[in-house]
T-cell receptor
Framework: NAGVTQTPKFQVLKTGQSMTLQCAQD?????MSWYRQDPGMGLRLIHY???????DQGEVPNGYNVSRSTTEDFPLRLLSAAPSQTSVYFC?????????????FGPGTRLTVT | SQQGEEDPQALSIQEGENATMNCSYK?????LQWYRQNSGRGLVHLIL?????REKHSGRLRVTLDTSKKSSSLLITASRAADTASYFC????????????FGAGTQVVVTP
């Protein structure tokens, strides 16, 4: 299993540009989530999904959209990038209905908005 | 808002010593989890302790949970240089299942 994969690894955007961060998992996990990590602040939940077709907001959803059309994929869209969105983004998945509450993380995408 | 807060923020020890870090949280939880992050990498799950458990072991790791004090501790025994990393606690709240809330982490440096 590849686990959780994220692309790209690095990205530089100009203010106002849009882009999609890709996330995929091959473990048939029902639960997927997106976090951002800023220095000294740990991880903060952006959006999450409990299954295909179901998404919900986390702690810091503004400026981001998500969709979940398949179990495997959970892309994160930045609608109009702002310097405040400069961060490292992590995707994670888990299988809580099987009693597996631990989350598996991807390697991250480091985003810089200038 | 961050649910968990780790203490200390940074810890520097020598190989062979034990490392202890603490986590405090604010609301009721289903479980509490500890993760490790090596520099520039994603988080790796270390251990999960459920709200009805008080202590759990996994290899050189020992986790305790005191729900009355809303606190947890992670002990790494006989530290190795490879244990150098940031360690995060994450709480799984009872009122928002699955929406983990992370603390800011403890940065541990183990010198040979």
């Amino acid at each position: 299993n590849a686990g959780v994969t994220q692309t790209p690894k690095f990205q530089v955007l100009k203010t106002g540009q849009s882009m999609t961060l890709q996330c995929a998992q091959d473990m048939n996990h029902e639960y997927m989530s997106w976090y951002r990590q800023d220095p000294g602040m740990g991880l903060r939940l952006i959006h999450y999904s409990v299954g295909a077709g179901i998404t919900d907001q986390g702690e810091v959803p503004n400026g981001y959209n998500v969709s979940r059309s398949t179990t495997e994929d959970f892309p994160l869209r930045l609608l109009s990038a702002a310097p405040s969105q400069t961060s490292v983004y992590f995707c994670a998945s888990s299988y809580p209905t099987q009693g597996r509450y631990e989350q598996y993380f991807g390697p991250g995408t480091r985003l810089t908005v200038t | 808002s961050q649910q968990g807060e780790e203490d200390p923020q940074a810890l520097s020890i020598q190989e062979g010593e034990n490392a202890t870090m603490n986590c405090s949280y604010k609301t009721s939880i289903n479980n509490l989890q500890w993760y490790r992050q090596n520099s520039g990498r994603g988080l790796v799950h270390l251990i999960l302790i459920r709200s009805n458990e008080r202590e759990k072991h996994s290899g050189r790791l020992r986790v305790t949970l005191d729900t009355s004090k809303k606190s947890s501790s992670l002990l790494i025994t006989a530290s190795r240089a490879a244990d150098t990393a940031s360690y995060f606690c994450a709480t799984d709240p009872t009122d928002s299942w699955g929406k983990l809330q992370f603390g800011a982490g403890t940065q541990v440096v183990v010198t040979p």
